[in-house]
């Protein structure tokens, strides 16, 4: 029986691609849900994959993750440095939690090198471009025994 992940993306991030892609690339996100859907199928995963540029849509997904997912991968995007709403909404689930960023956050404004999501997270992936997805859905897997 697979178990379910989900992957939530914060503002943004349904520009990717588009916007400053010197900095995140070229890829879309519609290129890191279908990888992280097929890296998910042969991990024995199932991937329910979200994205909102609104925080209460984001707590929302992270509470029914509460009911019915074994870990959660998440790039907050602009939320990672504003959001005690979404760190007391992952302080509530039970399971993993991996934060993605695209960019090495460290290397850029000193107000990004701040993370409320750290706080809760079980591992931070920055830097390594959408890979950072593939490498959080790989470490998510192992910690929830997937088959």
């Known amino acids: 029986m697979s178990k379910t992940v989900y992957v939530i993306n914060g503002p943004n991030l349904n520009l990717l691609g588009k916007r400053q892609p010197e900095i995140y690339g070229s890829e879309t996100l519609a290129d ?19 994205q ?3 925080e209460h849509e984001i707590i929302g997904w992270i509470h029914q993750a509460r ?3 074994a870990g959660i991968i ?3 995007a602009a939320f990672t440095h504003t959001s005690v709403a979404i760190l ?5 689930f039970d399971g993993p939690v991996i934060e993605v960023h695209i960019s090495n956050v460290h290397k ?7 993370s409320y999501v750290s706080l809760r997270a ?3 992936i920055a830097g390594c471009g959408t ?3 593939l490498l959080a859905l790989q470490r998510v897997a192992a910690l929830i025994g997937a088959d």
């Open 32 to 50: 890191v849900e279908a990888a992280c859907r097929q890296a998910g199928a042969a991990a024995g995963v199932e991937i329910r994959f979200h």
């Open 122 to 124: 079980d591992g931070v």
């Open 88 to 92: 007391d909404a992952l302080n509530a």
């Open 67 to 69: 009911e019915d997912a």
């Open 108 to 114: 850029r404004e000193t107000f990004r090198h701040h």
């Open 131 to 133: 890979q950072g997805y």
């Open 52 to 54: 909102s540029n609104a």
């Open 74 to 76: 998440m790039n907050p």
